[in-house]
């Protein structure tokens, strides 16, 4: 598999996996990102131009999608539009790339043969009580809460019915919470950390008791290239590594390193419909591909993606205020 097409490889996740895939392959990457606010052409600086190029495109144009799937042998989908919260604002533009952007990618698949791995998302379940031992598995229903999580829903049922019904050779991995370099500050940990880092105070959706299963993305990374390789055609593979902490209790890790009290937080709007508690069982994902993941110590690698957002406050300073004045007007 020397051609690999990296949708959305500008983002947080999809640029650590080309970074990934360079390192660890010898394939020849292409990424095609449409470059809205959540990507960043510096996430892929310093990687080879002979390994990696940039398509800048739609992954719901046709036109732009069908040649390039022609030219590679294998399609490895992160393009999306990813936040919930953007999800409530307006569901239209996750609608459009999310379910019409997977599906012009499957139709190209379809005509060209092309290996196609969808990566997707645990919020497809719906959510877990706090207080069940239950974990999310390959076996448990589809019961998404946002409009996100719908339209990742959604594409996931785009991609059993291409391989059912026109023989796609496509896989699925649905991973849980990353964090690491290169998130956007609209997400949970970098806003908490860079509020810090400017002077500002952490912002905690209601009493803060929700529960997220953090995996560092160099983790997802390996687990998406091990699927890859070795998937079976048409499984489904669930990607975590027994990550479980409430929202309070990552907040007050990020205070304790940051040298701040605590209980030095404001509690704000909590998100609507927000999801309880997101738990991966990974049993299949180990036992049938041997993959584990690297990055399991979350206090040392909250402690490495502090360091790193301070490093880089260049890349992160342009887009805080806008981003904070957006959360604002809606009490967040
Ligand atoms: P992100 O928002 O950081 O990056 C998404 C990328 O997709 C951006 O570079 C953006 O420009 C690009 N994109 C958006 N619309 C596009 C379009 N129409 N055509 C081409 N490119 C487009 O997202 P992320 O957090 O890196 O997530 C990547 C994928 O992983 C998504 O599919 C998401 O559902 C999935 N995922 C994310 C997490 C998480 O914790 N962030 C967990 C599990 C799964
Ligand atoms: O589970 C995988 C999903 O994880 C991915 O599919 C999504 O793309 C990704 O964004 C993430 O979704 P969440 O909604 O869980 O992540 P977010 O970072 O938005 O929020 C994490 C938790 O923190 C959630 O319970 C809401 C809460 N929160 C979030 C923000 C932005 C706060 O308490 N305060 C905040 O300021």
Redesign the pocket.
């Given at each position: 598999m020397q051609r690999i097409l990296v949708t959305g490889g500008a983002g947080f996740i999809g640029s650590n996996f080309v970074h990934h895939l360079v390192h660890h392959t010898d394939a020849q990457v292409t990424v095609l990102d449409k470059m809205t606010y959540a990507a960043s052409r510096e996430s892929l600086a310093g990687l080879p131009e002979s390994r990696v190029s940039l398509v800048v495109g739609d992954i719901a144009d046709a036109a732009v999608v069908d040649p390039l799937v022609e030219a590679h042998d294998a399609v490895v989908h992160y393009a999306a539009e990813?936040?919930?919260?953007n999800s409530l604002s307006d569901p239209s533009p996750f609608i459009q790339t999310n379910l019409i952007g997977t599906f012009t990618l499957l139709e190209a698949v379809r005509r060209t043969g092309a290996r196609f791995h969808h990566v997707s998302?645990?919020?497809v379940y719906g959510d877990l009580e706090l207080d069940d031992p239950a974990k999310f598995t390959e076996a448990t229903p589809y019961r998404p809460s946002s409009p996100y999580s719908a339209s990742k829903a959604g594409s996931d049922h785009l991609v059993r019915a291409w391989v059912r019904s026109f023989g796609v050779q496509a896989t699925i991995s649905n991973c849980?919470?990353n964090y690491g370099p290169w998130q956007h500050i609209?997400?949970?940990i970098p806003?908490q950390i860079t509020n810090l880092l400017a002077g500002g105070r952490v912002?905690?959706?209601g009493a803060?008791a929700?529960v997220?299963d953090w995996i560092h993305t160099e983790d997802h990374s390996s687990a998406v290239l091990r699927i890859l390789e070795a998937g079976r055609i048409g499984e489904t593979y669930l990607i975590g590594a027994d990550g479980e902490k409430s929202?309070l209790e990552v907040v007050r890790m990020i205070l304790g390193i940051l040298g701040h009290a605590e209980d030095d937080f404001d509690h704000v709007t909590d998100?609507a419909g927000?999801d309880l508690r997101?738990a991966i069982d990974s049993t299949k994902l180990r036992e049938e591909l041997g993959w584990t993941p690297q990055y399991g110590d979350f206090a040392d690698g909250l402690a490495r993606t502090i360091d790193w957002y301070r490093e880089n406050e260049a890349w992160w300073r342009p887009a805080k205020e806008a981003v904070e004045s957006s959360y604002a007007a809606k009490g967040?």
């Open positions: 990813s936040h919930n919260d998302t645990d919020e849980s919470n609209e997400k949970f806003r912002k905690l959706y803060g929700n997220r929202n998100r927000h997101y967040q």
